[in-house]
């Protein structure tokens, strides 16, 4: 009697767990499949704001230098970059994609240009690309000019400097303190030492160095006159003649390049997000 008693209280234990480990496999499995949920709305925007420099690779530091706090700043990788324009390209949720560029520090104009692809190929699927800025230098704009609508705080400036290259000579101190230098050379365009012996850019320097900084100019200027849809000239006339032409609107450097067609409206951050 008693065995029978008790085997009946081990099999209700039994079901019992069994009831209860059911219970908590099924709680699970509705967490981890809620949790899985897709939560972006069917009409997100994805926002773009790479920091630091733009670069090939990740820059690998020592441990030694993370201990006297010598790391190297800030950072994005360029094929991340590409590969969130692309994914969100791909996206059937993802309308819109957002620009903010005020942390971008440094990126070389094939860098920029390779991004500039990545931006075109997302437009060509009719989503809409908008940018916003307190100010852009040079670097910033030549991506904010890919957008469908770009935006600048009132307050702000689009600063477009043109190329340049900038050399220290030092042949009259190394004369004063009689460091001599004995120098073997071939050929026209051979200017690595000439800080070394000179005060000043020699023609042939300046002439070579006019070369390809004139391509690389053309380039930009060619590539941001197509997407804002001005006269390539439009550009060099904001950079050549900023002093006359911010004197026009009264020192106002927002408007004169709302003026000038760089930007498409001037507005705050707050009201940009508003949009």
């Given at each position: 009697?008693?065995?029978?008693?008790?085997?009946?209280?081990?099999?209700?234990?039994?079901?019992?767990?069994?009831?209860?480990?059911?219970?908590?496999?099924?709680?699970?499995?509705?967490?981890?499949?809620?949790?899985?949920?897709?939560?972006?709305?069917?009409?997100?925007?994805?926002?773009?704001?790479?920091?630091?420099?733009?670069?090939?690779?990740?820059?690998?530091?020592?441990?030694?230098?993370?201990?006297?706090?010598?790391?190297?700043?800030?950072?994005?990788?360029?094929?991340?970059?590409?590969?969130?324009?692309?994914?969100?390209?791909?996206?059937?949720?993802?309308?819109?994609?957002?620009?903010?560029?005020?942390?971008?520090?440094?990126?070389?104009?094939?860098?920029?240009?390779?991004?500039?692809?990545?931006?075109?190929?997302?437009?060509?699927?009719?989503?809409?690309?908008?940018?916003?800025?307190?100010?852009?230098?040079?670097?910033?704009?030549?991506?904010?000019?890919?957008?469908?609508?770009?935006?600048?705080?009132?307050?702000?400036?689009?600063?477009?400097?043109?190329?340049?290259?900038?050399?220290?000579?030092?042949?009259?101190?190394?004369?004063?303190?009689?460091?001599?230098?004995?120098?073997?050379?071939?050929?026209?365009?051979?200017?690595?030492?000439?800080?070394?012996?000179?005060?000043?850019?020699?023609?042939?320097?300046?002439?070579?160095?006019?070369?390809?900084?004139?391509?690389?100019?053309?380039?930009?200027?060619?590539?941001?006159?197509?997407?804002?849809?001005?006269?390539?000239?439009?550009?060099?006339?904001?950079?050549?003649?900023?002093?006359?032409?911010?004197?026009?609107?009264?020192?106002?450097?927002?408007?004169?390049?709302?003026?000038?067609?760089?930007?498409?409206?001037?507005?705050?951050?707050?009201?940009?997000?508003d949009d």
């Amino acid at each position: 009697m008693i065995n029978t008693f008790w085997k009946g209280v081990t099999v209700l234990r039994r079901v019992f767990l069994n009831l209860i480990f059911i219970a908590l496999v099924v709680l699970l499995i509705g967490f981890l499949l809620s949790g899985s949920k897709d939560r972006f709305p069917s009409g997100a925007a994805l926002l773009l704001a790479p920091v630091g420099k733009i670069v090939e690779q990740s820059t690998e530091t020592l441990l030694v230098d993370r201990f006297y706090g010598t790391t190297t700043g800030a950072e994005t990788v360029l094929r991340d970059l590409i590969d969130g324009i692309d994914t969100a390209k791909n996206d059937p949720k993802i309308k819109v994609l957002v620009l903010d560029l005020e942390k971008l520090e440094g990126a070389g104009i094939s860098q920029l240009q390779e991004i500039g692809a990545a931006l075109k190929r997302f437009k060509a699927d009719g989503k809409n690309i908008f940018a916003f800025g307190d100010s852009y230098d040079q670097r910033q704009y030549y991506l904010a000019a890919h957008a469908d609508r770009l935006y600048l705080h009132p307050m702000g400036q689009v600063w477009l400097s043109g190329l340049g290259v900038y050399r220290h000579y030092f042949k009259n101190a190394l004369d004063k303190l009689h460091v001599g230098f004995h120098v073997f050379r071939v050929g026209t365009y051979k200017s690595a030492l000439e800080p070394f012996m000179r005060n000043d850019m020699s023609v042939d320097d300046r002439e070579s160095n006019q070369a390809w900084l004139t391509v690389l100019w053309e380039a930009y200027t060619t590539d941001v006159a197509a997407l804002r849809k001005l006269p390539a000239e439009r550009i060099d006339d904001y950079i050549n003649n900023l002093d006359a032409n911010l004197s026009e609107e009264g020192g106002d450097a927002a408007r004169l390049a709302l003026k000038s067609g760089l930007v498409d409206n001037l507005k705050t951050r707050d009201e940009v997000r508003d949009d």
